[in-house]
């Protein structure tokens, strides 16, 4: 999966972006506390971060959004509609496209054992959790 996250179609800051709404969605405190500095050294905002446990937001790009509601969408049904592939074939190619699908599977997973072991957030990353006005609460 390494090589996937560093080297797929998708840029970083991108899958960053979709990694932080799996593990908001999944209540994920360890991978919310490491990716949200991860995306921010990719150049995405710590008002972006915090936005991205928002249903919607009106700073975010077409492209953002594109990406999080596919990945609302994947987490919500399993799969994506045709108008949902669609709007995210604007920004994306088609194996980009699966690309998307196999980070969001891959992060719930991890999300899964994480979360079952209790995996405790090295201290380094604690402060970034709590610099979080939105924390992990699982979006309803």
Sequence with gaps: MSRLLHRGRIPLA???RVILRV????GCAYEWAH?????????????EVDSITLAQ???WSTRTR?????????LDTGRLSPGTLS???GHLSDDACVEL??????????AMIINTSGCEIEPPYRSS???????TGARG
Excluded: N
């Excluded at 594109?66 to 994947?74: I, K, Q, R, V, Y």
């Excluded at 699908?101 to 719930?108: D, F, L, S």
């Design 14 to 16: 991108g899958k960053e």
């Design 23 to 26: 593990a908001h969605h999944m």
């Design 35 to 47: 990716h949200s500095v991860m995306a921010q050294d990719q150049g995405v905002s710590r008002r």
């Design 57 to 59: 937001d009106g700073s």
């Design 66 to 74: 594109a990406l999080l509601e596919a990945t609302d969408e994947l």
């Design 87 to 89: 709007a995210l074939r």
């Design 101 to 110: 699908c196999m980070v969001v599977g891959h992060y719930v997973m991890g």
């Design 129 to 135: 959790l709590a610099r979080s006005r939105a924390g």
